[in-house]
């Protein structure tokens, strides 16, 4: 493991404890029945600013963590060997599908430590509709409230999961926009600068046709309505944008 991949998992890793140690003090020592490990998670945690800091810098994490290793062997030669054995776009691919297990990995550890942390110190209480009102989880705070009074267990391992996926995508439009943009720093940034700017852009019209990331990876929302078409689109953005990148680049290496 290198040494920058060990750092951003002990960033990620130490929000997610902070995070318990913040649940323990508000709501483990009261044993209130709506405060339970499905309602106090990191990603479900409405009143906690751990939950808006993971997520924020989760891009700028992965990014350093896992695709600027890739983009450092790039730049200094060190996969020449392989590209010679097997081809550019062949040994890209491998790359970048190895790179984004790892960086799932990196996004979903310290999230399924922060949840089965929960149930050390908050009582095993499943959610119910009707008498756990307080807990502020509706149709469009979430994206299938049915599902979590249902299975809670399992919506919240799918929102890890799909938190775990988007780490993955951040990770190929790191590794994508490095092929296309001349500076280092550029494609190491461009994850993190690129959410800051679809916060804004999301603010601006009424009803928006993307949304960030950070938005819709949070278990519930209280300041604007979970829509799955917004997250298709955000989806297709984030692949189509890699995609160019990474066509524009290649042919900007062939070119040199």
Do not use: C
């Not at 945690?45 to 695709?67: E, H, Q, T």
């Not at 590209?83 to 999230?111: E, Q, R, T, W």
Request: positive net charge; aromatic residues 16%.
């Amino acid at each position: 493991m290198r040494l920058q991949l060990f750092i951003s998992f002990i960033i990620l890793t130490t929000i997610a404890l902070l995070h318990l140690s913040d649940a323990y003090q508000t709501y483990g020592i009261y044993g209130l029945l709506e405060n339970t490990p499905y309602t106090q998670s990191l990603l479900f945690d409405g009143s906690s600013g751990f939950r808006i800091v993971y997520l924020l810098i989760m891009p700028l994490a992965v990014s350093v963590g896992v695709s600027d290793i890739f983009i450092q062997d790039r730049k200094q030669h060190l996969l020449h060997h392989a590209y010679i054995n097997h081809g550019n776009k062949s040994v890209d691919i491998k790359v970048i599908l190895y790179s984004s297990v790892i960086a799932s990995l990196l996004v979903i550890i310290p999230l399924l430590i922060n949840f089965i942390g929960e149930f050390l110190i908050l009582p095993n209480i499943l959610p119910e509709r009707f008498t756990n009102k307080p807990i502020g989880i509706y149709r469009f705070s979430t994206l299938s409230v049915s599902l979590y009074y249902a299975m809670p267990l399992l919506y919240i391992f799918l929102y890890i999961l799909l938190a775990g996926i988007w780490g993955a995508i951040m990770n190929v439009f790191a590794i994508t926009l490095s092929l296309y943009a001349i500076r280092r720093i550029l494609a190491i940034i461009g994850p993190f600068i690129f959410q800051i700017l679809l916060i804004i852009l999301t603010n601006l019209p009424y009803k928006p046709f993307i949304v960030p990331p950070i938005y819709f990876l949070m278990g519930r929302t209280e300041f604007m309505y979970i829509e799955v078409l917004p997250i298709v689109l955000t989806f297709i953005l984030f692949i189509s944008l890699s995609m160019y990148f990474y066509i524009r680049g290649i042919r900007k290496y062939e070119l040199d």
